[in-house]
Structure formats: structure tokens, C-alpha cells
């Protein structure tokens, strides 16, 4: 057992014995013995004082992107990478999902790829403006961008980019495309008052809060075609 590992086993060990709870487990408990012969691995593979830090960090990034399904390098676009999944949920489309990362498509062989999360929308309330106090995030079409965006050419590696929408409370009638008539509510007050249950629509869209935001975006991106 190389010191490394004899380390590991006893801070794991005071690990387990302060969650005594057994409704209160440490998540890494179930995979002590993958992780220690991980660390006994990294023991054994001769690591100086200037590399460990390093080596130790390019493993446990891999492992984290590899156990959320991100591809450890650019994504090159090849034939081998697509499955065709033209026809999923009923449609005819034809449609290619990318294999080693699921958010980009395409929908023919030699079709643009797109990738599906270019842009998270960050939304606000008018009253946060100003502040850190951010309401939702979201995917979709705002002010005539979408979440989607082209890839301008492979390899190509996945970036999301977080521009921030300002959200406009509308009048109850309000028709004008595009909106968004969210949850709705009863004037729980007017019941008690009247009698009445009256439902109020909740409507609404998102309007960009600094169109400069999307030149970083179309740097790296090409507007979705």
C-alpha cells in the first residue's frame, strides 16, 4: 500500500464514522474501493511534487466529465459520431444526433450541425435590475434568437454562453405574438369579498438586456440557418 493510499483509506475512514446517520451516508462512501485503487494507481505512477498537482487534476476532471457525458476532446463532425434518430417521438424529419454529445443535431447527412445549448437565457425582473438576483434560466426563442446556434466547423467544442433578458409583465389581453402566458392565478381576496373566482392570466415576455452579449456569442457561433 503506497503512502497515497494509506492517506486516502484513513481520511475516508473519518469520513464514514462523522455521518453516523444512516440516512445521512457520504455520497462517495459506495465508491471507496474504485477510489482507492484509483489513489493507489496515482501512488504508483512516480508523481513529483511539481506534476502531482497537475496529473491529480487532469484525472479528476476526466472522471467528472466522462460521469456527465461530456466529451474529453473537440467534437470532429466525422460519419462514426452521428446516429440517426429521424422519426423519435412520432415525427419524419430527418434528423442526426451527435453521439458524443448529445445537444448537437443536424437534419441530413451533410446538413449544418446545430448545437442546442449556444445560449442560456438568464432572466430578471425589471425591480432586480442592477442586482445579482437572477429569477430562472431557460432555453427557447428570445427576441428572435434561439438557444440553438450553428457550428461554424468541427472539431468544435461545446460552449454555452449566459445572456441575461429583462422579463415585461403584460396586460391580461394582450395578443401580440410572441408572449408567453405563464401560470395564472385566482384573487384569492376578491373570493373571499364576492364570492367569485376570477383566474387572472399571467403574460409576459423577455426582451435583451444588452444586445452586446450576443457578439461574444456570434464570434463562436453562426446564427442558426
Known sequence: MTNAQTFAARELDILSKTHLNPDNRPIVEEFIPEILALVEK??????????APYTAGAISQAIKKLCLFEPLTPISGIDEEWGDVSGMGGGSEE???????????????????NYISAIVWRGQYPEDEGTDKWNDTFTGRVCGYHS???????PFTPKTFYVDVIREQ???????????????????KEFEETGIKNWHKN???????????????????????
Not at 170 to 188: A, H
Open 203 to 225: 403574460n409576459y415576455r423577455y426582451h435583451i438586456k444588452d444586445q452586446k452579449q450576443l457578439d461574444e456569442v456570434f464570434e463562436y457561433y453562426d446564427l442558426e440557418k
Open 42 to 51: 496515482f501512488g504508483n505512477s512516480g508523481q513529483s511534487g511539481g506534476s
Open 95 to 113: 434528423i442526426y444526433q451527435n453521439m458524443r454529445c448529445g445537444g448537437i443535431f443536424k437534419h441530413s447527412k451533410d446538413g449544418i450541425a
Open 170 to 188: 403584460l396586460p391580461e389581453d394582450w395578443t401580440e405574438e410572441p408572449y408567453i402566458e405563464g401560470k395564472g392565478w385566482y384573487d384569492n
Open 148 to 154: 440553438s446556434q450553428s457550428i461554424k466547423s468541427f
